[in-house]
């Protein structure tokens, strides 16, 4: 099984920025889609941004749509969550998996259920 480990959350200020990162090891995730989810205390697991094996097709929720940007180095194994005009909503913990469903769907690439491997969460706290 991939492992994955996220890095880059921390505090930030209201309209500030941060760029999470998501490490993969033990093979290689080139063909995979990759998720960004987000869990603040007492809610649900929600859906960040997902993109697919190629690094070509993405999706986002509505609420970060415009603000967010997920893209992957495969080289690297690396796959990136840029987050920009941040607000206090968005405090929560991120967290980034892999779907090893082959192919891309949207529908599918929000889902939690369909991912089989997940890291273990960087902390991103929205100061007002």
Excluded: H, I
Excluded at 12 to 27: E, F, P, T, Y
Excluded at 59 to 86: E, F, H, I, P, W
Excluded at 98 to 109: I, K, L, S, V, W
Aim: proline share 2%; charged share 20%; with cysteine.
């Amino acid at each position: 099984q991939v492992q994955l480990v996220e890095s880059g959350g921390g505090l930030v200020q209201a309209g500030g920025s941060l760029r999470l990162s998501c490490a993969a090891s033990g093979r290689t995730f080139t063909v995979d889609t990759m998720g960004w989810f987000r869990q603040a205390p007492g809610k649900e697991r929600e859906f960040v941004a997902a993109v697919s094996g190629s690094g070509r097709s993405t999706t986002y929720a509505d609420s970060v749509k415009g603000r967010c940007t997920v893209s992957r180095n495969n080289a690297k194994n690396t796959v990136y969550l840029q987050m920009n005009s941040l607000r206090p909503e968005d405090t929560a913990v991120y967290y980034c998996a892999e779907d090893r469903n082959p192919g891309f769907n949207t529908a599918r690439a929000s889902s939690a259920n369909e991912y089989d491997s997940w890291g273990q969460g960087t902390q991103v706290t929205v100061s007002s």
